[in-house]
Antibody, heavy 121, light 107 residues
């Protein structure tokens, strides 16, 4: 079955960087893009960006452009999302998600379990 | 960015009631509107995609409707397992955006 397993919770100081991993299994890794979505405590879901796992193309929300980097390691079937210059406003659960419903269709059918990143002194 | 506004932000209904949640987009998204269910402490799961397609294994009491800028998610007979927060999300343009969420509770 399709599964995404993310790295564990992190506590970071303001100004630091964090890198979250997302290991995929149960399908051909390069077939589907992987998206990253975050959710601050009590807040709505927020789309951050995605990577085309086949060719490595990335696209980011303008809000995160320049501060977020999404990469992948096809040999490890793993995607990564790094956020730099962390502030308290980056305290969130970070999810990876993916799925496929056709060439003209978008779906986040499979989600990782989430990784809580806490930014605090 | 396309803004999505949900209403109501919370609702309380009895088991067996019909429940409707509305999602309005700041500009047209055609039919590129998805709905997700999120239970406390869990990742979201997709309920409706590319309105009105119902995700496999989602109970038939869930349905999605609409096009352009106005969409609805309907639960025809509310069940205790439906207690969750529901989010709409547009996939018409980037960045993908989500609504604020609607919290559904049992009265």
């Amino acid at each position: 079955q399709v599964q995404f397993v993310q790295s564990g919770a992190e506590v970071k100081q303001p100004g630091a960087s964090v890198k979250v991993s997302c290991k995929a299994s149960g399908y051909t890794f390069t077939s589907w893009p992987i998206h990253w979505v975050r959710q601050a405590p009590g807040q709505r879901l927020e789309w951050m960006g995605y990577i085309n796992t086949g060719i490595g193309y990335t696209r980011y929300s303008q809000k995160f452009q320049g501060r977020v980097t999404i990469t992948r390691d096809t040999s490890a079937s793993t995607a990564y999302m790094e956020v730099s210059s962390l502030t308290s406003e980056d305290t969130s659960v970070y999810y990876c998600a993916s799925g496929f419903c056709g060439s003209d269709c978008f779906i986040l059918e499979y989600w990782g379990q989430g990784a809580l990143v806490t930014v605090s002194t | 960015d396309i803004q999505l506004t949900q209403s109501p932000l919370s609702l309380s209904a009895s088991v067996g009631d019909k429940v409707t949640i509305t999602c309005r987009a700041s500009q047209t998204v055609n039919k590129n509107l998805n709905w997700y269910q999120q239970k406390p402490g869990k990742a979201p799961t997709v309920v409706i995609y590319a309105t009105p397609s119902v995700q496999s294994e989602v109970p038939s009491r869930f349905s999605g409707n609409g096009s352009g800028t106005e969409f609805t998610l309907t639960i025809t007979s509310l069940q205790p397992d439906d207690v969750a927060t529901y989010y709409c999300q547009q996939s018409y343009s980037y960045p993908r955006t989500f609504g604020q969420g609607t919290k559904v509770e049992i009265k």
